[in-house]
């Protein structure tokens, strides 16, 4: 294979364990797991995707939008590295104090009013989401924002960095929180890792 994604299982469940509250370490260990299936699944499209070589774009059982081997394996990729890629930066914004400061405090107040706007602002989305949240910043305007995702695949915006990935699927909390969705974003609040999520701002911003 050309390349292959690690899986960072271990990794980010020392990460993030007795750091988070109501968040029990159970759920963590068993949301993981759904991370290790999406890490598994990028690695074997990749790998099909490889063996499959330079497809021929006349062939329609290779290459067809209704139906077809590469729309199949590229359509799979784009839902298992989003996977992939939602947990680990879900996982690595946990396991702080909540207490934003710095260069993301800055740009929090001035992009939100306050971090109690913010705070409402991500929870309102939140709940309004039906898989993902990400607070990501926009290159071209240079500002933070809550943005909504469906799924693991869908309305990435182009030229907008992801610096925190808020996962809201009834895996991530329901063992904790029942249908309590509210209390389960508050309490992902108070164990932000802020610093983490600093680190993923653009150089020069």
Request: proline fraction near 3%; hydrophobic fraction near 35%; glycine fraction near 10%.
């Amino acid at each position: 294979m050309s390349y292959k994604y690690e899986n960072k299982q271990e990794k980010l469940l020392a990460k993030v364990k007795g750091k988070t509250g109501k968040i029990s370490d159970k759920t963590h260990e068993e949301h993981l797991k759904v991370y290790t299936g999406y890490v598994n699944k990028t690695n074997g499209i990749l790998e099909a995707i490889e063996k499959l070589g330079v497809p021929d774009p006349t062939d329609p059982a290779v290459a067809n939008q209704i139906f077809s081997t590469l729309r199949s394996y590229k359509t799979g990729l784009t839902f298992a590295l989003g996977g992939l890629k939602n947990h680990e930066i879900y996982f690595d914004s946990l396991g702080g104090d909540g207490k934003a400061s710095g260069k993301i405090a800055e740009l929090i107040d001035r992009d939100f009013g306050s971090f109690e706007n913010y705070s409402k602002d991500l929870k309102a989305t939140g709940i309004a989401a039906r898989g993902w949240v990400w607070t990501g910043i926009d290159h071209e305007s240079g500002k933070l924002f809550n943005y909504i995702g469906d799924s693991q695949d869908t309305y990435p915006v182009w030229n907008v960095t992801p610096l925190l990935a808020l996962d809201v699927y009834e895996h991530a909390y329901y063992a904790d929180f029942f249908t309590a969705r509210g209390a389960y974003i508050d309490e992902f609040l108070k164990h932000i890792d802020w610093a983490a999520v600093q680190a993923r701002l653009p150089k020069g911003i």
